[in-house]
């Protein structure tokens, strides 16, 4: 059995024809840019959120980066985030004119550390940086410690931004995630839980002067015609891409529904397995939208190579952490520094996971694994 570790063209077969009638509709309309498409979705998304406000742009990268640009944060200024987490998280502080501090993340979820979080705010002001903001990731879709995050940045007076690229229609405590900060970034990259034909993001927040000036900036600036009041970006969002996005969004609830049974499916058989395979976990009183499924698991490499044998592809998010990577040595981190962050990138296994994967695969996958144990 071959089992593919994300397999679009299923989804497509769902609703693929929807897909192609509403494309032709935008081709024939001859508008493919900032046109009805476009603001329905705004106000459909942001409705589903619970912010007030949408920004349809060109990417999850872009999002973050007018969310930073728009704040008008002091060049050179820190930003706390994780290590461990897709580059663009801290991609955009640099390109924004920060410095970006890495967090360390807590064992069971993958997510930020609080008491770490602490910890590098402290180290920043003691080398004499001023901090004026976190990034919350909620890794592969599990929600992060929101709340806690949340009020530590309010009794420092920092702003909190939240990346939910992996973690759209995840909730914690009745809230979706994207609500806890003063601003939230969404990916529709294929691979996401609301996916595109290509790419595409979105900015919510509630704050009406932040909106009107991410909606310029991502006009280049533009106020008025020809008239630039910001430094901008040629950060748009098509109006096709809206399009196959509002009809995905039709099937958003009943994937998100599909997600979990085949999460909970894995959990069930594989929790015999620890401490040799761990599950990832959330947070109590959180709902879940997983992008990925996964686990920490010893002899990973091996592991792989023997799914890879009966036919099963898995991937490593992410192998080396964000600290260590060649780009960032000018901060001086070294291993060891993050040593939470550096064991989970060691270890960390992504399954076959995506809401069409068959109830046979799940099964298959699984039964493989415990083979490999010697279950």
Known sequence: MEIPFLDLKRAYEKYGGEIEKVVVEVLRKGIYLNGPETETLEKELSSFLGRSFAIGVSSGTEALYLILKALELPKGNAILLPSFTFVATAEVVVRAGLRPFFVD???????????????????????????????????????????????????????????????????????????????????????????????????????????????????????????????????????????????????????????????????????????????????????????????????????????????????IYYPLPLHLQPVYKEYGYKKGDLSETEALCKEILSLPFFPYLREEEVAFVIEKIKEFYGV
Do not use: W
């Open 105 to 315: 993340v807590e064992r069971e979820s993958g997510n930020m550390s609080l008491s770490s979080l602490e910890e590098i705010y402290n180290d920043a002001l003691k080398k004499g940086f001023q901090v004026s903001g976190v990034i919350a990731v909620s890794i592969f879709g599990i929600p992060a410690r929101l709340k806690e995050i949340a009020r530590f940045c309010k009794e420092r007076g920092l702003y909190l931004i939240e990346d939910i690229c992996q973690a759209f229609g995840s909730e914690l405590e009745g809230k979706k995630v994207g609500t806890f900060g003063v601003a939230s970034a969404t990916s529709f990259y294929p691979t996401k839980n609301l996916s595109c034909c290509g790419d595409g993001g979105m900015v919510f927040t509630d704050d009406e002067s932040l909106a009107r000036k991410i909606r310029a900036m991502k006009e280049h600036g533009q106020t008025g015609p020809y008239f630039y009041e910001y430094h901008g970006v040629n950060g748009r969002i098509d109006e096709l891409q809206c399009a196959i996005l509002r009809i995905k969004f039709k099937y958003f609830k009943e994937e998100a529904l599909l997600r979990e049974k085949i999460a909970e499916a894995y959990e069930e058989g594989l929790k015999e397995l620890s401490p040799e395979l761990e599950i990832l976990k959330s947070p109590p009183n959180s709902k879940r939208v997983l992008s990925l499924f996964s686990v920490r698991v010893k002899k990973r490499n091996e592991l792989m190579e023997f799914l890879k044998k009966k036919g099963i592809q898995t991937r």
